[in-house]
Antibody
Framework: EVQLVESGGGLIKPGGSLRLSCVVS????????MSWVRQAPGKGLEWVGRVKSKTHGGTTDYAAPVRGRFTISREDSKNTVYLQMDSLKTEDTAVYYC?????????WGQGTVVTVSS | DIVMTQSPDSLAVSLGERATINCKSS????????????LAWYQQKPGQPPKLLIYWASTRQVGVPDRFSGSGSGTDFTLTINGLLAEDAALYYC?????????FGQGTKVEIK
């Protein structure tokens, strides 16, 4: 059974940092490209960024609103992908989903809630 | 960035009838080298993550009922739900994966009339 389990969300003040984790099971994590997608309260879906598999260079791409503030990394030995979020803004408040990426997003976690508020 | 625009924003359909959702991209998402449209459709119910329904514009994900179908090419796409069931009431999103940043439509809410 495929599982993606996010953790690390919470309430954080503007300007703060948070690191989200996503532990994966049920498919070959080493070969997978992974993305983070977020959804602000009552809003639509927004792609945040992606990390390729190590065999494809392990490189990352980001959406403009988070570029330079967010960093995606992976630890294949732990089947885990991370989202380091720095310089958080109130507009980063959202549910953050971890997804397996093949261009389309075929597997999703349940999400973790990040609230940025003073 | 490729802008994805869905229409309508919401629709109410009777049980057993057909629901049609349109998605238009601001530029073509067709890649001629492999003859594929880089377009996916998702369903999202309240409190749940999205679920992939369709990829490559018309290929159903494993386990998705065949009452869901996708069509279109280039910049204009359609998700059709034939024989609507109560469980199909949800939000539906299209998404392009032709170019970074990958982008979604704003969503279409399907309700039961």
């Amino acid at each position: 059974e495929v599982q993606l389990v996010e953790s690390g969300g919470g309430l954080i003040k503007p300007g703060g940092s948070l690191r989200l984790s996503c532990v994966v099971s049920g498919f070959s994590f080493t070969d997978a490209w992974m993305s983070w997608v977020r959804q602000a309260p009552g809003k639509g879906l927004e792609w945040v960024g992606r990390v390729k598999s190590k065999t494809h260079g392990g490189t990352t791409d980001y959406a403009a609103p988070v570029r330079g503030r967010f960093t995606i990394s992976r630890e294949d030995s732990k089947n885990t992908v991370y989202l380091q979020m720095d310089s958080l803004k109130t507009e980063d408040t959202a549910v953050y989903y971890c997804t397996r990426t093949a261009g389309s997003f075929d597997y999703w976690g349940q999400g973790t809630v990040v609230t940025v508020s003073s | 960035d490729i802008v994805m625009t869905q229409s309508p924003d919401s629709l109410a359909v009777s049980l057993g009838e057909r629901a049609t959702i349109n998605c238009k991209s601001s530029q073509s998402v067709f890649y001629s080298s492999n003859n594929e449209n880089y377009l996916a459709w998702y369903q999202q119910k309240p409190g749940q993550p999205p679920k992939l329904l369709i990829y490559w514009a018309s290929t159903r994900q494993v386990g998705v009922p065949d009452r869901f179908s996708g069509s279109g090419s280039g910049t204009d796409f359609t998700l059709t739900i034939n024989g609507l069931l109560a469980e199909d009431a949800a939000l539906y999103y299209c998404q392009q994966y032709y170019s970074i940043p990958w982008t979604f439509g704003q969503g279409t809410k399907v309700e039961i009339k």
